[in-house]
């Protein structure tokens, strides 16, 4: 599953470059570069976090085909379901996010009262909530940062992390 997300990977971020207006040589370029990197490397060892590279990519894909097309509802709630899925990640999307509101804000002010862009962030809400309830209910986020705290950073000087 991972491998066939990692080709998913490719072939998307192929995509980009063509939607970018580039030629095959870009497209060569680019895809040399996601192979021989190290981008790939948690779909072919099978890394617990493959899907994040993957859901970056898909919504970094869907932002650039909102930004090219005039069609662009359809494109809010693909990446709605982008950062859906992105959430369950969970690790850098909110990052991704804000840049995803940069964008939104670039392209048009009028955009922000768009009601489309609001159920594509209904809809990146519903996916996410079961992972959202489930870290209220555990405590989990609280717990790790307080057991990170009494075993990690506690325990070290930050001038001796470099």
Known sequence: MAI??????????????LEMGGGLFSILISGLSIMLSAYL??????????SEVFEWTMAAYFM???INTKITIKY???????????????????????IW?????????????NKHLYGAG???FLIALPNLLWQYITNSLILH???LRETQIESHKPCRFF
Do not use: D
């Not at 509101?101 to 009262?113: E, N, Q």
């Open 76 to 98: 809010l709630y693909w990446i709605g379901f982008a950062f859906g899925c992105g959430w369950l990640a969970k690790i850098l999307f909110h990052f991704l996010s804000l």
């Open 101 to 113: 509101g940069c964008f939104t804000a670039y392209k048009t002010s009028s955009s922000l009262l």
């Open 41 to 50: 490397r948690p779909h072919f060892l099978f890394q617990a976090k493959f």
């Open 4 to 17: 066939a997300f990692g080709a998913l990977t490719l072939m998307i971020t192929c995509r980009m470059v």
């Open 145 to 147: 940062m307080n057991e």
């Open 122 to 124: 209904a809809l990146a």
């Open 64 to 66: 650039i085909r909102f």
